[in-house]
């Protein structure tokens, strides 16, 4: 039997890849959800798969698409209690959204359980944003569902929780395929029909009709571009416009890709074509990247979940800035997401379906800079440009720049970020005061995590579900003791060091739980593995501090052997010491 698994997340098919090992069947597993998933079963039945084992909403879209048999992998009372476990860690009003088999058995369980949560059911997945958009309004806060609830979750602001299988399930979808293929192999024979689609034109062809479905697509297409993200409004930008064009990269290669409306038949169809196009050269420069929202979605990551005043402060200005034209600054240490707020802004903003470019400063040379500001790739059309580290660009790059940004930007709009405070350097002619003028117009200062405690115990059990889909595991939470261990850390690198906290201790956790060993443990190895090192952000001053308090504390707090290592006099040291 040669069996293809389906994954809507790439935890699911990790587990099913360890599990598989032990069965005497040919198997192979891919991630794809939803119309991804029917192409890719679609190939699979071209290449002689006998079964597919899928999941969810994916699974029954597949079966409408091919004609070999498709094994849904259930979701078991053991999911829906893991999940509704873990939710509990999460603040607000939660509610479960799904396709029938989901929102079905999550209610059945509630309803055995007594657990008061509401459930509600999706026919396809078109109908998923009107139904979040709705709960939103009525002040739901978290989501359980599955990959593409949970996507289109995020997307609006809202917290996702994704509804996991675990190993019973899998082994239990196992079992059911070796039992029906076993059925299907004595009459096979009388069903087998060829499926081969012979294109040899070089453009890639899809057309998709009003209920957001291809009913055709190319070979070219197929393996090139692949299913259309946020096909909902390159249709509806089709339809209001007549045409759309824009460009992306995928597979070292860049396409020119173009959507019209035609009728055929009294049926509105969206017809897009993809062309090779000159390539973009500048994805050879490390630190240089563009994202197209119709390629992939953008994610603010974890930015309007906070519940900290300050946090609150920030992100009710940055939706304020999202309609301006004006650059925006954005100040704070190293992890505490600045990347992040800038794509909230971005996602917030009239160019929302235009690209982000984002350039980390600190690792372009002059002569890289050059180039970048000489691309009309970068400095052209409409979009987000996010320049991070900006206080580590060299100063001949800055003059670069103000000569580029004084020129004409059309409806391009500028965000920057920097770790230092750059009015200093400007002051100490470090930074080009000119350029910081110019770019220095709304400005936005992110708060250490330290700053925000409040945020550590809900952001950790989104690091937990965002583990659990990425490793294929089910912990549900942390033991309530665990709680003190997170909030009284120093988190010196912010939200990316909780982060790295929380998935390892996900990783080396044994039970459903992480216990409060497992946090201790993995905060003092984090701890043992930091030491030596100096927090370089903040000022020049505060730098100067650290490491002069790090040598005295080295020297046994002897003043004398302090001074003459560092260089200076006594009553110098005596006064940085104070």
């Given at each position: 039997m040669k069996v293809m698994?389906?994954?809507?997340?790439?935890?699911?098919?990790?587990?099913?890849?360890?599990?598989?090992?032990?069965?005497?069947?040919?198997?192979?597993?891919?991630?794809?959800?939803?119309?991804?998933?029917?192409?890719?079963?679609?190939?699979?039945?071209?290449?002689?798969?006998?079964?597919?084992?899928?999941?969810?909403?994916?699974?029954?879209?597949?079966?409408?698409?091919?004609?070999?048999?498709?094994?849904?992998?259930?979701?078991?009372?053991?999911?829906?209690?893991?999940?509704?476990?873990?939710a509990k860690g999460y603040p607000g009003k939660t509610a479960i959204v799904g396709f029938p088999l989901i929102s079905d058995g999550a209610s059945a369980v509630c309803e055995?359980?007594?657990?008061?949560?509401?459930?509600?059911?999706?026919?396809?997945?078109?109908?998923?944003?009107?139904?979040?958009?709705?709960?939103?309004?009525?002040?739901?806060?978290?989501?359980?569902?599955?990959?593409?609830?949970?996507?289109?979750?995020?997307?609006?602001?809202?917290?996702?929780?994704?509804?996991?299988?675990?190993?019973?399930?899998?082994?239990?979808?196992?079992?059911?395929?070796?039992?029906?293929?076993?059925?299907?192999?004595?009459?096979?024979?009388?069903?087998?029909?060829?499926?081969?689609?012979?294109?040899?034109?070089?453009?890639?062809?899809?057309?998709?009709?009003?209920?957001?479905?291809?009913?055709?697509?190319?070979?070219?297409?197929?393996e090139h571009i692949g299913p259309l993200?946020?096909?909902?409004?390159?249709?509806?930008?089709?339809?209001?416009?007549?045409?759309?064009?824009?460009?992306?990269?995928?597979?070292?290669?860049?396409?020119?890709?173009?959507?019209?409306?035609?009728?055929?038949?009294?049926?509105?169809?969206?017809?897009?074509?993809?062309?090779?196009?000159?390539?973009?050269?500048?994805?050879?420069?490390?630190?240089?990247?563009?994202?197209?929202?119709?390629?992939?979605?953008?994610?603010?990551g974890y930015?309007?979940?906070?519940?900290?005043?300050?946090?609150?402060?920030?992100?009710?200005?940055?939706?304020?800035?999202?309609?301006?034209?004006?650059?925006?600054?954005?100040?704070?240490?190293?992890?505490?997401?600045?990347?992040?707020?800038?794509?909230?802004?971005?996602?917030?903003?009239?160019?929302?379906?235009?690209?982000?470019?984002?350039?980390?400063?600190?690792?372009?040379?002059?002569?890289?800079?050059?180039?970048?500001?000489?691309?009309?790739?970068?400095?052209?059309?409409t979009g987000t440009l996010y320049i991070t580290q900006i206080d580590r660009m060299p100063q001949r790059a800055q003059q670069l720049l103000l000569r580029r940004i004084n020129g004409p930007l059309n409806e391009f709009r500028l965000i920057l970020s920097s770790s230092r405070n750059v009015n200093l350097l400007a002051a100490e002619d470090k930074f080009s005061a000119e350029l910081y003028d110019a770019l220095c117009h709304l400005e936005l200062h992110v708060p250490r995590l330290s700053e925000r405690k409040e945020d550590i115990w809900h952001l950790a059990y989104q690091f937990i579900a965002e583990s659990n889909e990425t490793f294929g595991k089910q912990i549900v939470g942390f033991r309530s003791d665990a709680r003190a261990n997170l909030e009284e850390a120093k988190w010196p690198d912010n939200l990316n060091q909780l982060r790295r906290t929380v998935r390892t201790c996900v990783l080396e956790a044994k039970g459903a739980y992480i216990e409060k060993a497992d946090v201790e443990r993995v905060l003092n190895r984090l701890e043992d593995d930091g030491k030596g090192e100096i927090d370089l952000s903040g000022t020049l001053e505060e730098i100067e501090k650290r490491i002069i308090q790090k040598v005295y504390t080295e020297e046994g707090k002897n003043q004398t052997r302090t001074a003459e290592r560092l260089g200076i006099n006594r009553t110098t040291l005596w006064r940085k010491l104070k």
């Open positions: 698994a389906i994954a809507p997340y790439e935890g699911l098919k990790e587990l099913m890849i360890q599990l598989a090992e032990h069965e005497d069947f040919e198997f192979q597993a891919v991630s794809g959800d939803l119309q991804r998933g029917v192409e890719l079963a679609k190939e699979a039945e071209a290449n002689g798969t006998d079964m597919i084992i899928s999941r969810g909403g994916t699974a029954e879209l597949i079966q409408h698409e091919v004609s070999i048999p498709v094994v849904d992998i259930e979701v078991s009372g053991y999911d829906i209690l893991r999940v509704l476990t873990l055995i359980l007594d657990i008061s949560m509401d459930t509600y059911t999706v026919s396809a997945e078109s109908d998923v944003e009107p139904m979040l958009i709705q709960l939103k309004k009525q002040d739901y806060q978290v989501i359980i569902g599955d990959v593409i609830t949970i996507e289109k979750a995020e997307r609006l602001g809202l917290n996702g929780l994704l509804l996991t299988s675990g190993k019973e399930s899998i082994a239990k979808a196992f079992l059911y395929a070796k039992k029906l293929y076993s059925f299907l192999n004595k009459i096979k024979h009388k069903y087998a029909v060829p499926y081969h689609i012979l294109q040899q034109d070089e453009t890639g062809y899809a057309v998709y009709n009003e209920k957001l479905r291809p009913v055709f697509q190319n070979n070219v297409f197929a993200q946020n096909i909902k409004e390159l249709i509806g930008e089709a339809e209001k416009k007549g045409e759309i064009q824009y460009r992306f990269r995928e597979q070292k290669q860049t396409w020119t890709m173009t959507g019209r409306r035609v009728f055929v038949s009294g049926e509105a169809l969206t017809v897009f074509t993809a062309e090779k196009s000159a390539d973009i050269t500048l994805s050879a420069v490390p630190g240089v990247t563009i994202q197209f929202p119709h390629q992939q979605p953008l994610r603010a930015m309007e979940t906070s519940k900290s005043e300050k946090m609150q402060r920030v992100l009710q200005n940055a939706e304020r800035y999202a309609s301006r034209r004006e650059p925006v600054w954005i100040n704070g240490a190293p992890g505490t997401g600045k990347e992040h707020l800038a794509r909230l802004i971005h996602m917030k903003s009239s160019n929302k379906h235009e690209p982000f470019k984002k350039i980390d400063a600190g690792l372009l040379s002059d002569k890289e800079w050059e180039h970048v500001c000489e691309s009309e790739d970068i400095f052209s059309g």
